[in-house]
């Protein structure tokens, strides 16, 4: 229970910070990708994030802390009221209850293998393998979709990337609690640092089309998804109750990416409505009132 509770603790604080970056990330694309200021506040805040996130999942399962990676739309909703201003809606917070509800029953049912799993050097290759092909297959259909496609497909490759370097950066503390320095997989530890080099990259790219709300709820739900199946493939992780159990847990599984979504929804609206910058935005004030006078 102790190491559950600092599980989600970091895990929160790891939400608090990836949010926080998306909002940086969002007016760094505003602004073309320009400012060596706002790219230092965005890679300082990822970071933190990350090292949050990689000492979390020493303490949890993948599932819950990845899991709880949805709370980084959560805390997104009310830094976008503070910035633009406006209050959240009812519609809002039901959202939220929504998504932190799917959260609770995740964490209450699931448990902890029972034996250290490590990945050893054939299986990191393949899990290594198989992801850098879907991320590219999803990165190279981006080009060739819509600007609002292209976001998601973009963000959908980069919740794969970030999800499988979680299993992956699980992997590699287990090896090391296990056998130290000596017993770390090298490759595992590369394809760590490509996979999430790569995600930040690509979750940068799907901020400039789309604003922030799709495609962070599509990194927010593809995420989880991705790491709690690898997770239970390759830490054999599982839940309560059996099969009853996996049924209660894909059910709030469903009730979270309802939430997840429904605030997506929410944010972009709020967006829209407060003129956010960006290629088809809604005119700003002063042009709008401009085109009021003539």
Do not use: C
């Amino acid at each position: 229970m102790a190491s559950l509770g600092w599980a989600v603790a970091l895990s929160v604080l790891s939400a608090a910070s990836y949010a926080a970056a998306a909002v940086a990330q969002e007016r760094l694309a505003e602004n073309g990708q320009r400012g060596l200021a706002r790219w230092a506040v965005a890679l300082l805040l990822t970071g933190l994030g990350v090292a949050l996130h990689v000492v979390a999942l020493n303490f949890g399962t993948v599932a819950v802390v990845q899991a709880l990676g949805t709370l980084t739309l959560l805390f997104a909703l009310p830094i976008a009221a503070v910035r633009f201003r406006t209050p959240i809606g009812k519609a809002a917070w039901g959202d939220a209850v929504l998504t932190v509800v799917g959260l609770a029953l995740i964490l209450s049912l699931s448990v902890e293998s029972s034996k250290q799993v490590t990945l050893t050097e054939p299986a990191d290759r393949r899990l290594s393998l198989i992801t850098l092909a879907v991320v590219l297959v999803l990165a190279l259909a981006a080009w060739r979709a819509g600007p609002r496609v292209r976001s998601v497909l973009l963000a959908a490759a980069a919740g794969t990337a970030f999800g499988i370097a979680s299993v992956l950066s699980k992997a590699v503390l287990a090896s090391y609690t296990d056998g130290g320095f000596g017993s770390m997989s090298p490759l595992a530890l590369i394809a760590v640092l490509i996979f999430s080099t790569g995600g930040y990259l690509l979750s940068q790219l799907s901020y400039g089309r789309a604003g922030l709300a799709a495609p962070l709820a599509t990194v927010s739900v593809s995420n989880p998804i991705v790491a709690a199946i690898a997770g239970v493939v390759v830490f054999d992780e599982g839940f309560r109750f059996g099969p009853a159990g996996l049924v209660v847990v894909a059910f709030a599984a469903v009730v979270m990416t309802l939430g997840v979504i429904g605030l997506a929804r929410r944010a972009a609206t709020q967006s829209a409505s407060n003129g956010s910058a960006g290629p088809g935005a809604p005119k700003t004030e002063p042009q709008v009132r401009a085109r009021e006078a003539g």
